[in-house]
């Protein structure tokens, strides 16, 4: 059965750093398949944060953290990572890793595909909090 599980997370000071892993389990082939990082603070939408495709070459990023974050996959390790360098208040949110529903680039194959849209993943890491304190 398909788990994707989240680890890292929790409370910085502005300027700081944190990493984010998404681990997956499950019979099938991480390295197939386009994933991301979204983020949701209560009472907005979940919000693409960056994206990888399947064999890591093409990463996408939400403006906002553009020069900040770095999204990267280890195919070996069936693991996503999200490192945060910088981090501002408004970074503060829930952060969920996603997979894309089908294997190949989909929403990864271009900016222009989709990406940053929460319905064009199927599956979804627990969360994990992200507060940044000035």
């Known amino acids: 059965q398909l788990q994707l599980r989240q680890s890292g997370g929790g409370s910085v000071q502005v300027g700081g750093s944190l990493r984010l892993s998404c681990a997956s389990t499950g019979w099938y082939y991480f390295g197939g398949y386009c994933m991301a990082w979204f983020r949701q603070v209560p009472g907005k939408e979940r919000e693409g944060v960056a994206a990888i495709s399947s064999g890591g070459g093409k990463t996408y990023y939400t403006d906002s953290v553009k020069g900040r974050f770095t999204i990267s996959r280890d195919n070996a390790k069936d693991t996503l990572y999200l490192q945060m360098n910088s981090l501002k208040p408004e970074d503060t949110a829930m952060y969920f890793c996603?997979?894309?529903?089908?294997?190949?680039?989909?929403?990864?194959?271009?900016?222009?595909?989709?990406?940053?849209?929460?319905?064009?993943?199927?599956?979804w890491g627990q969360g994990t909090q992200v507060t940044v304190s000035s």
């Open positions: 996603a997979r894309a529903p089908t294997s190949g680039d989909g929403p990864c194959y271009s900016s222009a595909s989709g990406w940053s849209r929460r319905t064009e993943f199927a599956f």
